[in-house]
């Protein structure tokens, strides 16, 4: 409604005059100029309907006046609607004010301006109809826009999301604004946004002091239907929305011309252009975001502002667009007092289209001479308003007499409308042909008979089978200007559940699915262990890859939950390899071997695992093996000195020879120290071998006398054969000394046979 609730100082005593200013006298102040006429405002300083203090005035419009208040009772600031005298006589308006305004009390967003009352004060001796809202201390989206110019995208999004968020509260309870601009966003502390005026244009639209042949609105952003038949519904609301879009990407409408007539005519005959036509490097997401919103055709729009928001959000989820703070604008915007007789409000002055006006439907304004403002221009003499004594029924008489003034030049400039509209439009139209069950070949051939081209659009679809065209935009039956494109829906068929890579962001896979015209869901019970996805990514999905579904129909998200829990078992005493496998088979993983000398665990087994044995963890986690490198002393008694020393340094020991046969040739082990079979640290690894002459004597009972001479001689001993008769081949029945027995090496052994 033009009317901004933000937060100005006021003049106070010592400001310096300025020099009149198109007749009006200013004073500066410390933070706006505003009008000496503001302080004799009657209103200030009264209190309507004995509870609401009025104090200094924030804006002024054609239809309404905005104080800064007081509520007493509950002694807190707010903002004072005071609609304009010639309005409180009317009672079509009242009626329809106060409906409006417990319809906007109802609406509980934090996107919304907040309505706490709403009355009529009798108790002087004028008439007062007022409004009571939220005070919103910081400035207007015009503001913003007047500072900055073109918004950023991330900013641009930030602001329109939440417009179209308290837009879609009202269209859910019924309501419909119809006057978005960025004069009625206002922006406060804390960077939150708020749409203010909910209803007011509707009340003023049915007020006795209109006539039913007058739109009234911001024509910047009126939709093509309020311009023609005055209808407004939700879609409307959408329109403006779009257009309000527009301007945060480009810093201004995309109509601008020398009459609000041209602007109008250009919302009902023309196709709102793509902002990257003035801003080039704008994503092609947003430019489709913004047609979409603002084509000529309601039925072709988002149905509400909820349907637009979700595309919004859905074009800023597949940008990567997040979210960023709305600054405050670091100055409200200056008001002026508004004079456009019958005007509704007017918006702040400067720059920006001209506020909430007038105008006849035939698109001539109806109570305005000048229709764009320069900002720079000086501001008119005010014509008189009605005074609070002028009855509402001498308003209406005045009312036609303005209609019949004007009503030869409407008819005028009328017909010289429509013959410029007839010359452009002769022969550009032709009909859409009706494509839904053809080929795309044979689809392309008649719109090519038609004069148009085929613009392929691939779509699911449930009964359509793929490859037949489900339909076309413009409809079938529809008219489009020769030459220009169609868009063709061929059908995909029924959507296939794709195939996810493994560990795909759940984001990404909820874009993936959505594309695919199926809707993911995510279910917390669904989640599942994995050794090898990351925990919150995607590890598949329910149903699988490859099953047909139908359009819109479900698909879970199968989530990692991360690695699953597992305990280290004990592989004390096992080998490297074994070991190693073991850890693996509970899911650690071994990235480092290290050697220690236990006491108790032979070389090359396992002594045991850090983390350590029986401790709680998840699959994946790595894990030391230690290997116990103690060397095991090997039983070389007996053997001859050479083989000994070998077989012992080969162990890893350091021999020391000792006894009588040390370095002896022909030498045996007679004892080691420490003993065969004990653990020795590699580090102290210096063994004791005591080394003798003596040879055991070996077992030859039973062995023929050849074989017997043979293995003494091995043992280093000669044989001593005491024979009766026999022969080599006869069979030893004794021997001295016995087996086992020490004897110096080259002795004898007596040996007995037959």
Same mark, same amino acid.
């Given at each position: 409604?033009?009317?901004?609730?933000?937060?100005?100082?006021?003049?106070?005593?010592?400001?310096?005059?300025?020099?009149?200013?198109?007749?009006?006298?200013?004073?500066?102040?410390?933070?706006?100029?505003?009008?000496?006429?503001?302080? #004799?405002?009657?209103?200030?300083?009264?209190?309507?309907?004995?509870?609401?203090?009025?104090?200094?005035?924030?804006?002024?419009?054609? =239809?309404?006046?905005?104080?800064?208040?007081?509520?007493?009772?509950?002694?807190?600031?707010?903002?004072?609607?005071? =609609?304009?005298?010639?309005?409180?006589?009317?009672?079509?308006?009242?009626?329809?004010?106060?409906?409006?305004?417990?319809?906007?009390?109802?609406?509980?967003?934090?996107?919304?301006?907040?309505?706490?009352?709403?009355?009529?004060?009798?108790?002087?001796?004028?008439?007062?109809?007022?409004?009571? =809202?939220?005070?919103?201390?910081?400035?207007?989206?015009?503001?913003?826009?007047?500072?900055?110019?073109?918004?950023?995208?991330?900013?641009?999004?930030?602001?329109?999301?939440?417009?179209?968020?308290?837009?879609?509260?009202?269209?859910?309870?019924?309501?419909?604004?119809?006057?978005?601009?960025?004069?009625?966003?206002?922006?406060?502390?804390?960077?939150?946004?708020?749409?203010?005026?909910?209803?007011?244009?509707?009340?003023?639209?049915?007020?006795?002091?209109?006539?039913? #042949?007058?739109?009234?609105?911001?024509?910047?952003?009126?939709?093509?239907?309020?311009?023609?038949?005055?209808?407004?519904?939700?879609?409307?609301?959408?329109?403006?929305?779009?257009?309000?879009?527009?301007?945060?990407?480009?810093?201004?409408?995309?109509?601008?011309?020398?009459?609000?007539?041209?602007?109008?005519?250009?919302?009902?005959?023309?196709?709102?252009?793509?902002?990257?036509?003035?801003?080039?490097?704008?994503?092609?997401?947003?430019?489709?975001?913004?047609?979409?919103?603002?084509?000529?055709?309601?039925?072709?729009?988002?149905?509400?502002?909820? /349907?637009?928001?979700?595309?919004?959000?859905?074009?800023?989820?597949?940008?990567?667009?997040?979210?960023?703070?709305?600054?405050? $604008?670091?100055?409200?915007?200056?008001?002026?007092?508004?004079?456009?007789?019958?005007?509704?409000?007017?918006?702040?002055?400067?720059?920006?289209?001209?506020?909430?006006?007038? =105008?006849?439907?035939?698109?001539?304004?109806?109570?305005?001479?000048?229709?764009?403002?320069?900002?720079?221009?000086?501001?008119?003499?005010?014509?008189?308003?009605?005074?609070?004594?002028?009855?509402?029924?001498?308003?209406?008489?005045?009312?036609?007499?303005?209609?019949?003034?004007?009503?030869?030049?409407?008819?005028?400039?009328?017909?010289?409308?429509?013959?410029?509209?007839?010359?452009?439009?002769?022969?550009?139209?032709?009909?859409?042909?009706?494509?839904?069950?053809?080929?795309?070949?044979?689809?392309?051939?008649?719109? /090519?008979?038609?004069?148009?081209?085929?613009?392929?659009?691939?779509?699911?679809?449930?009964?359509?089978?793929?490859?037949?065209?489900?339909?076309?935009? $413009?409809?079938?039956?529809?008219?489009?200007?020769?030459?220009?494109?169609?868009?063709?829906?061929?059908?995909?068929?029924?959507?296939?559940?794709?195939?996810?890579?493994?560990?795909?962001?759940?984001?990404?896979?909820?874009?993936?699915?959505?594309?695919?015209?199926?809707? $993911?869901?995510?279910?917390?019970?669904?989640?599942?262990?994995?050794?090898?996805?990351?925990?919150?990514?995607?590890?598949?999905?329910?149903?699988?890859?490859?099953?047909?579904?139908?359009?819109?129909?479900?698909?879970?998200?199968?989530?990692?939950?991360?690695?699953?829990?597992?305990?280290?078992?004990?592989?004390?005493?096992?080998?490297?390899?074994?070991?190693?496998?073991?850890?693996?088979?509970?899911?650690?993983?071994?990235?480092?071997?290290?050697?220690?000398?236990?006491?108790?665990?032979?070389?090359?087994?396992?002594?045991?695992?850090?983390?350590?044995?029986?401790?709680?963890?998840?699959?994946?986690?790595?894990?030391?093996?230690?290997?116990?490198?103690?060397?095991?002393?090997?039983?070389?008694?007996?053997?001859?000195?050479?083989?000994?020393?070998?077989?012992?340094?080969?162990?890893?020991?350091?021999?020391?020879?000792?006894?009588?046969?040390?370095?002896?040739?022909?030498?045996?082990?007679?004892?080691?120290?420490?003993?065969?079979?004990?653990?020795?640290?590699?580090?102290?690894?210096?063994?004791?071998?005591?080394?003798?002459?003596?040879?055991?004597?070996?077992?030859?009972?039973?062995?023929?006398?050849?074989?017997?001479?043979?293995?003494?001689?091995?043992?280093?001993?000669?044989?001593?054969?005491?024979?009766?008769?026999?022969?080599?081949?006869?069979?030893?029945?004794?021997?001295?000394?016995?087996?086992?027995?020490?004897?110096?090496?080259?002795?004898?052994?007596?040996?007995?046979?037959?």
């Amino acid at each position: 409604m033009g009317m901004s609730l933000t937060r100005h100082t006021l003049p106070h005593e010592g400001d310096r005059a300025l020099p009149p200013l198109g007749g009006a006298r200013y004073v500066r102040s410390c933070a706006v100029e505003r009008p000496v006429a503001e302080r #004799n405002d009657r209103l200030v300083g009264a209190r309507l309907d004995g509870r609401y203090q009025v104090d200094a005035v924030l804006a002024r419009g054609g =239809m309404s006046t905005v104080y800064r208040g007081t509520d007493t009772r509950l002694d807190r600031q707010v903002a004072i609607k005071v =609609m304009d005298r010639r309005f409180t006589g009317d009672p079509v308006f009242l009626e329809r004010f106060e409906r409006e305004a417990r319809a906007a009390a109802r609406l509980h967003h934090p996107g919304v301006v907040g309505v706490f009352d709403q009355g009529v004060d009798r108790s002087g001796e004028d008439d007062y109809v007022f409004l009571v =809202m939220e005070l919103v201390e910081g400035g207007t989206l015009r503001d913003l826009l007047r500072e900055r110019g073109p918004l950023a995208v991330p900013l641009a999004l930030s602001v329109a999301d939440p417009v179209l968020s308290a837009l879609a509260a009202a269209h859910r309870e019924g309501l419909v604004h119809r006057d978005v601009k960025p004069e009625n966003v206002l922006i406060g502390h804390g960077g939150v946004v708020k749409v203010a005026d909910f209803g007011l244009v509707r009340a003023a639209a049915e007020a006795g002091t209109t006539t039913g #042949n007058v739109i009234l609105g911001t024509v910047a952003y009126l939709s093509p239907e309020q311009v023609s038949t005055g209808a407004a519904d939700a879609r409307s609301d959408v329109y403006s929305a779009g257009i309000l879009l527009f301007e945060l990407l480009t810093s201004h409408p995309p109509y601008t011309a020398e009459t609000a007539l041209s602007v109008a005519y250009h919302h009902v005959n023309d196709d709102v252009p793509a902002p990257s036509e003035i801003v080039p490097s704008l994503p092609v997401q947003l430019d489709e975001l913004v047609i979409s919103a603002t084509r000529r055709d309601p039925a072709q729009r988002p149905s509400d502002a909820s /349907a637009f928001l979700l595309a919004l959000q859905r074009v800023r989820g597949e940008l990567g667009i997040w979210r960023v703070p709305v600054p405050v $604008p670091a100055h409200g915007t200056d008001r002026t007092p508004g004079t456009e007789r019958g005007g509704v409000e007017t918006g702040a002055a400067g720059q920006g289209p001209s506020g909430t006006r007038a =105008m006849t439907r035939t698109g001539i304004p109806a109570d305005v001479t000048a229709d764009v403002t320069d900002e720079r221009a000086p501001p008119t003499t005010a014509p008189s308003r009605p005074t609070g004594h002028e009855s509402y029924q001498q308003q209406r008489r005045r009312s036609r007499r303005a209609f019949v003034a004007w009503l030869l030049v409407i008819l005028l400039l009328a017909a010289a409308v429509g013959t410029a509209a007839w010359w452009l439009g002769a022969g550009r139209w032709t009909s859409v042909p009706q494509l839904a069950g053809m080929d795309p070949a044979a689809a392309e051939a008649a719109l /090519a008979e038609a004069d148009l081209a085929a613009q392929p659009v691939d779509d699911h679809h449930d009964t359509v089978p793929r490859g037949i065209v489900i339909g076309s935009d $413009p409809e079938g039956g529809g008219r489009a200007v020769r030459g220009s494109n169609v868009e063709v829906v061929v059908s995909l068929g029924r959507p296939v559940v794709p195939d996810l890579p493994s560990g795909t962001a759940p984001e990404e896979a909820t874009r993936i699915i959505t594309d695919t015209d199926l809707r $993911p869901v995510r279910d917390p019970g669904a989640a599942e262990y994995s050794d090898t996805v990351a925990e919150g990514d995607v590890m598949g999905l329910r149903p699988a890859a490859g099953t047909i579904l139908t359009v819109g129909a479900p698909v879970t998200l199968v989530v990692s939950k991360g690695a699953a829990p597992t305990t280290v078992p004990d592989v004390r005493g096992e080998s490297e390899a074994d070991a190693t496998d073991l850890l693996a088979e509970a899911g650690l993983t071994v990235t480092d071997v290290e050697h220690r000398f236990d006491p108790d665990v032979p070389g090359g087994q396992a002594i045991g695992t850090e983390p350590d044995a029986g401790e709680e963890t998840v699959r994946g986690t790595e894990a030391t093996l230690v290997i116990s490198n103690a060397l095991v002393v090997p039983d070389v008694a007996g053997q001859p000195r050479e083989e000994a020393l070998a077989a012992l340094r080969e162990e890893g020991f350091d021999p020391e020879e000792r006894g009588a046969g040390a370095g002896q040739p022909g030498a045996v082990v007679a004892a080691l120290d420490p003993r065969p079979g004990n653990l020795v640290d590699p580090a102290s690894n210096r063994i004791v071998v005591e080394m003798s002459t003596e040879v055991t004597v070996p077992d030859i009972v039973g062995r023929t006398v050849a074989q017997a001479r043979q293995i003494l001689a091995d043992a280093g001993l000669q044989a001593d054969v005491q024979q009766f008769f026999g022969d080599e081949s006869s069979r030893v029945f004794a021997q001295v000394p016995g087996a086992g027995n020490r004897a110096e090496s080259g002795s004898s052994v007596r040996i007995f046979a037959p």
